[in-house]
């Protein structure tokens, strides 16, 4: 009998047995070489797909396979519909695909391929999954609690659709690249469908702008075309800035009126909301003489009443905002007789085109006139008496007549006056 002993192999035959020994295992199990050491790990290439998994039907996306190892890879389809022109692709490094179908949506890996010796062992790549988005309708999305939301509290965001999905996906994007996703089973909603996505506690990291797509769950790969964007800010991140009116909180109607934002942070860009308004104002931020940044908003023709607030931001992180200023109420108001009345209110305003400061003025000067003519009134008023009491013993009646006629009212009254407590001696 034959015995089979390795002794007696030569080093070709040696190789040819390890070569089928590494091939029939799995591709993601464990390669071990001779010494027992793992092979193939250190050697593991990625897969990403440029500009995001997520492609809208008919455009493109670009493949890549890095690996530190060859500039030659091998792209294959695990899961989803077969596509025999993908399946085993050779290319360098990256891969266009596209104009991208319902075909091409499933899960990829690929690893590194060598032509010279093409029985060398690879390591496979993670799993890439590549969506084709625009197969259905758009939902919508919607913001339930409020778009500015403070570091450590939570959201709510609903994905609504006319469609009955079986599934709603919520991702984030920051700079255009996909931060994360959120996926809920869809529920009824008035013949629809939708979806409540409630995230938090926040931090920086769920700041971006969120979209929201409808898909079933026999073609998980396959989703609707994607809702509108809706920013998210996540607030607290720095101390609150100041915001002050430059002339005074109170403008006539129609008037424009500059709130100026102000910080010593290093801000280069602030943001001003009217409280009820959902879009704010964003200007850069400049620095003044005194070193603080700031930027003057600029409203113009006011006609409503409201209260304001500003943000102070970086570019760089443009949806991770410091603390609200302290609220600024801004009143519009209009000229009525002489007061100012508050646009929203029936009560008369300390105000006008000169501000609070006139209208103390205003106050002063009525007190003031006030105190003349109780003094005009007394005067007048003793002239009355000493005409009506003393000259009818001097003048006769009708030269005494012709005197009061020219008399100014407060002496008037006070021949009245005089004629009741002395009645005349012809009665």
Request: with cysteine.
């Amino acid at each position: 009998m034959m015995r089979w002993s390795l002794e007696h192999r030569d080093a070709e035959q040696l190789t040819l047995l390890w070569m089928l020994l590494i091939t029939s295992v799995p591709k993601n199990a464990a390669i071990y070489d001779q010494e027992g050491h793992e092979t193939g790990s250190h050697d593991k290439p990625s897969l990403s797909a440029w500009p995001s998994p997520v492609v809208p039907k008919g455009q493109h996306v670009e493949i890549h396979c890095d690996s530190n190892k060859h500039n030659t890879s091998r792209l294959y389809k695990e899961h989803g519909e077969p596509f025999p022109q993908i399946h085993d692709r050779i290319f360098q490094k990256r891969l266009l695909l596209g104009p991208v179908t319902q075909a091409y949506a499933g899960t990829y890996r690929c690893y590194d391929y060598n032509s010279q010796c093409p029985s060398e062992l690879s390591s496979h790549s993670d799993p890439l999954e590549i969506i084709i988005s625009g197969i259905y309708r758009n939902p919508f999305l919607l913001v339930l609690s409020t778009p500015l939301v403070k570091s450590g509290e939570k959201m709510t965001l609903e994905c609504r659709s006319e469609i009955m999905f079986d599934t709603f996906i919520l991702t984030s994007h920051r700079k255009q690249i996909i931060n994360g996703s959120f996926q809920l089973p869809a529920g009824s909603y008035h013949g629809g469908s939708h979806a409540i996505f409630s995230i938090g506690p926040v931090t920086p990291d769920h700041a971006g702008v969120y979209i929201c797509y409808g898909s079933y769950n026999k073609t998980p790969y396959e989703w609707s075309e994607s809702s509108d964007p809706v920013d998210i800010m996540i607030t607290g991140l720095y101390k609150k800035p100041s915001l002050l009116a430059t002339r005074g909180p109170v403008v006539m109607s129609g008037e424009n009126i500059t709130l100026s934002c102000t910080s010593d942070h290093q801000f280069d860009m602030f943001h001003l909301f009217m409280e009820g308004v959902p879009q704010g104002h964003g200007l850069s931020a400049e620095q003044s003489h005194s070193g603080t940044f700031q930027a003057n908003f600029l409203l113009v023709t006011m006609n409503q009443s409201g209260t304001y607030r500003c943000y102070g931001f970086f570019r760089n992180s443009s949806h991770v905002w410091s603390s609200p200023s302290d609220p600024l109420h801004i009143s519009v108001t209009e000229f009525i007789g002489v007061y100012v009345f508050d646009s929203t209110s029936s009560h008369p305003l300390p105000s006008g085109k000169w501000g609070l400061h006139n209208w103390q003025q205003q106050l002063q000067t009525g007190a003031q006139h006030e105190w003349t003519s109780s003094i005009a009134y007394f005067f007048g008023s003793l002239l009355g008496i000493f005409l009506s009491c003393l000259l009818p013993w001097l003048l006769s009646p009708s030269q005494l007549s012709a005197i009061i006629l020219r008399l100014p009212p407060l002496a008037v009254f006070g021949t009245l006056h005089c004629d009741l407590v002395h009645p005349s001696t012809s009665m």
